[in-house]
């Protein structure tokens, strides 16, 4: 079935950088682009950027620009979303999400999350 | 920046009744492109309705969008004991994408 899979949980020192993997499967991933999304502790849901799987082409969030860095690995159907120079703000659950056509380009695959604890 | 309202932050409820949960655009979301998504907890946020009213594939038909422009209104009706959980709208037509805080629907 459809899925994407991610990374697991990571806990980071500020200032370092944390790198996710969103793993595909179940469809051909270089015809769909991948959202990043974060969930801080009792926030609302926050959109950092998408990657085309296919091409690469990449958006960000004004707020994220600078700091994520969002490629995709073709041959191994997976996308990556690389956060640095972390600070205690960006202990977050981490998504991954498909967008499809067939939704009218709405979040129709979401990967489990992924935990990244900032604490020194 | 399309900032979205979301309202109630809580409603109390019980099985069997129905749950309106109301999300305000602060600008008009373009061509309709509002989503609902559900999200209990330790769990990733699922695609319930699309297009502003369009329910996602394997999505009960309890489960109504409605609105357009700044104003939307997803409808749970005959609320069923695993519908309890967090409602999220968000809009996909301009970015930045934006969600809403939420709507939390309890047991009564």
């Known amino acids: 079935q459809v899925q994407l899979v991610q990374s697991g949980a990571e806990v980071k020192k500020p200032g370092a950088s944390v790198k996710v993997s969103c793993k595909a499967s179940?469809?051909?991933?270089?015809?769909?682009?991948i959202h990043w999304v974060r969930q801080a502790p009792g926030q609302r849901l926050e959109w950092l950027g998408w990657i085309n799987a296919g091409n690469g082409n990449t958006e960000y969030s004004q707020r994220s620009q600078g700091r994520v860095t969002l490629s995709s690995d073709t041959s191994a159907n997976a996308a990556y979303m690389e956060l640095s120079s972390l600070r205690s703000g960006d202990t977050a659950v981490y998504y991954c999400?498909?967008?499809?056509?067939?939704?009218?380009?709405?979040?129709?695959?979401w990967g489990q999350g992924t935990l990244v604890t900032v604490s020194s | 920046e399309i900032v979205l309202t979301q309202s109630p932050g809580t409603v109390s409820l019980s099985p069997g009744e129905r749950a309106t949960l109301s999300c305000r655009a602060s600008q008009s979301v373009r061509s309709g492109y509002l989503a609902w998504y559900q999200q209990k907890p330790g769990q990733a946020p699922r695609l319930l309705i699309f297009?502003?009213?369009s329910r996602a594939t394997g999505i009960p038909d309890r489960f109504s969008g409605s609105g357009s422009g700044t104003d939307f209104t997803l409808t749970i009706n005959r609320l069923a004991p695993e519908d309890f959980a967090v409602y999220y709208c968000?809009?996909?037509?301009?970015?930045?994408?934006?969600f809403g805080q939420g709507t939390q629907v309890e047991i009564k």
């Open positions: 968000q809009q996909y037509g301009s970015s930045p994408r934006t």
């Open positions: 999400a498909r967008v499809s056509a067939m939704v009218l380009f709405a979040f129709d695959v």
């Open positions: 179940g469809y051909n991933f270089i015809g769909y682009v």
């Open positions: 297009g502003a009213s």
